[in-house]
T-cell receptor, first 115, second 115 residues
Framework: AQTVTQSQPEMSVQEAETVTLSCTYDTSESDYYLFWYKQPPSRQMILVIRQEAYKQQNATENRFSVNFQKAAKSFSLKISDSQLGDAAMYFCAYSRETSGSRLTFGEGTQLTVNP | NAGVMQNPRHLVRRRGQEARLRCSPMKGHSHVYWYRQLPEEGLKFMVYLQKENIIDESGMPKERFSAEFPKEGPSILRIQQVVRGDSAAYFC?????????????FGAGSRLTVL
């Protein structure tokens, strides 16, 4: 069974600084997808970024980028120029190619942004 | 495009009562997923449905829980004889296709409180 581990229950960052959230996963599959979702206090799940395992290039979305290390099964999220609106719970998630988009989530990292 | 609509947003039930949670997927989406989020935890997959079919219910408790996605109308997650441990946020998500490559669009969740 696939597992996703987020070893940082809480992280904090100063506004305008950079922070990296860690995620590791375990799978025997070669084709899969990795995601970071954000859950603000409203509890709405919002997609931040997606990575296809067959792509070596790290995904980037504006201030958000990932460091995908397939051999190490590591998928960290870097937030640059942190803003107060980035404060949220961040979840790393895994999906197999053939799983019908079923996601396995990590336990989450609560990010605080200090002004 | 109204997104994934869940109702009710908040539901309070006494132990032993029934809870019904409804989910209308995004227009054009025929795949629906239900996830449960217990307090201070990540989301856990419960069930995956297509119209009139349950594709995967491996994450759903065998007793008291059921789900359906009829040909017409919303998907329903039904919890019979609720217990305090059922108190959680229940999220519905939808996608247009089966592939794990697809990004799930989440609803805002239904928070169930069992007294």
């Amino acid at each position: 069974a696939q597992t996703v581990t987020q070893s940082q229950p809480e992280m904090s960052v100063q506004e305008a600084e950079t922070v990296t959230l860690s995620c590791t996963y375990d799978t025997s599959e070669s084709d899969y997808y990795l995601f970071w979702y954000k859950q603000p206090p409203s509890r709405q799940m919002i997609l931040v970024i997606r990575q296809e395992a067959y792509k070596q290039q790290n995904a980037t979305e504006n201030r958000f980028s990932v460091n995908f290390q397939k051999a190490a099964k590591s998928f960290s999220l870097k937030i640059s120029d942190s803003q107060l609106g980035d404060a949220a719970m961040y979840f790393c998630a895994y999906s197999r190619e053939t799983s019908g988009s079923r996601l396995t989530f990590g336990e989450g990292t609560q990010l605080t942004v200090n002004p | 495009n109204a997104g994934v609509m869940q109702n009710p947003r908040h539901l309070v039930r006494r132990r032993g009562q029934e809870a019904r949670l409804r989910c209308s997927p995004m227009k054009g989406h025929s795949h629906v997923y239900w996830y449960r989020q217990l307090p201070e935890e990540g989301l856990k997959f419960m069930v995956y449905l297509q119209k009139e079919n349950i594709i995967d219910e491996s994450g759903m408790p065998k007793e008291r829980f059921s789900a359906e996605f009829p040909k017409e109308g919303p998907s329903i997650l039904r919890i019979q004889q609720v217990v305090r441990g059922d108190s959680a946020a229940y999220f519905c998500a939808s996608s247009p296709l089966e592939s794990g490559a697809n990004v799930l669009t989440f609803g805002a969740g239904s928070r169930l409180t069992v007294l």
